[in-house]
């Protein structure tokens, strides 16, 4: 940390330390066009959305971050290096959870380090550790059937914590979540991000979880996916989350949001 | 079930049909139903004999052989068919034809390629299980969710990884299943192969005693093969039960 600390203070004149660089990506399948010429940088530590309307390709640009998805055109580069597939810097967190159901919470955690071929007793120690992280204490050995679909998100969360990844890519994770449940994963995720210090960039259609959430919001235009807007919320995060929800600031952030979006919508 | 409000156990209507059996057995209505006192007698003192465990031998083992082809190449055709559609285009039409053509009609020719023995008999039961077991497979690979391959992928695991890790685990429920009716077929195969060639084993116990109209060792017979089948049958649906438990709710 404080290497890249220092490396960012020398060369004051870059913008930003960018972890993820996004190059005239371009992605069409077939002849639609899902994604057109997209350039990108997400900041390192900051938590960047990718807000727009349905079917503006958020989802496909976030797993082609992922390497999950082969771009048309364009580059995907992570701390420079050109993205070519999935990489052990990036974790993803997947919109359906992709929890294993014959495996328990524990295994469920673990298995990220498990495919990288580590010792079960120190894999399993890694996975109690955010396994009480995401508050699921005292669960390690339930099945995700036997869990609601608030907890067996926080166990796709903790999977993802638990291989130690700079980047986490969240692809609409409280979208299968109901409503009080997600008011409180969201506090609680602000709550990691602050803690794991990480880069996190988090896919939604929920302008409120957006501003709530985010340092950054890419605002997307609909297909073909173009960027149409970037805002950075002037948020107090040191609130509680009952007074940010509240914040005129919040607030106007979203009615901008909204008036920007408004037109795609009929 | 319950019958004018008393609670009927579950094997009621098994008894009720013993019975039944009995009865016209005994009333020596039709000689090819001897009473079943006097089959489960015969049955008894068949399996005691010589011939008949060697029979019981032979046949186990071209059913398990054939069974042990028919699992492997099962599985694996279905897991590429499932996975890789120029092999789904390549084979589907010919696992289609298969699955539902009446096999017997094969058996002779089979006879030709592989002769009179043994061989024959384990590719018989191999052919009748085969097929059911790529399609249910090839059905079980098509419903892993896309999300848990990615997952896969997106953790870095190895294309074996991936396999024997992610996607034969969560095709599980429907590989059993396949394997389930695959054992059915694969009696009638070894049964039906024996018949035709008409040399070895269980089929040659068949055709002796219905030719010398011995019923009671017929019936016996019967009944051993069918409680075998079931008893196979219901040991893979009691793993399939646990399985579900686990990798049903998805």
Known sequence: MTMSDAVFNIEKDVPADAVVEVRGICKKYGEVEALRNIDLDFPRGKLTTLLGPSGCGKTTLLKIIAGLIEPSAGEVR?????????G??????FQDFALMPWATVMR????????KGMGKAERQSIAAKYIAEVGLSGFEDKYPHELSGGMRQRVGLARAFAVNAEVLLLDEPFSAVDEQNRRKFQEDLLRLVEKERKTFIFV???????????DRIVLLSRRPGRVSQIIEPKIDR???PDAIRRDQGYLDTVEEIWQGLKHYVD | MTLFGYRVPMMASLIVWCILWELVGQSGAMFLVPPLSSVLAAAVTMVQTQTWQAAALIT??????GMAFAIVVGVTLG????????VDDLFGIWVNIFVSAPLSALVPVLMILFGMGETTVVVTVFLFAVWIIVLDTRAGIRHVPNSLIEMGRSYGASTFALYSKIVLLAALPEILAGIRLGLVRGVKGVVI??????IIGYGELFELYSRSFDMENFWALTIILFAAAMLMSAAIEHIEKKVDYYAGVR
């Open chain 2, 60 to 65: 186990l083992h071209s059913f398990v052989v």
């Open chain 1, 238 to 240: 040191t609130a509680s």
């Open chain 1, 204 to 214: 939604t259609h929920s302008i409120e979880e957006a501003v709530y959430v985010s």
């Open chain 2, 193 to 198: 192969g024996q018949l035709l060639v008409s």
């Open chain 1, 88 to 93: 052990p810097e990036r974790a993803f967190v």
């Open chain 2, 79 to 86: 897991v590429l068919m499932g996975r890789f559609k120029a």
């Open chain 1, 108 to 115: 469920n955690v673990a298995f990220g380090l498990e495919l």
């Open chain 1, 78 to 86: 992570v701390n420079g290096r050109p993205v070519t597939g999935p």
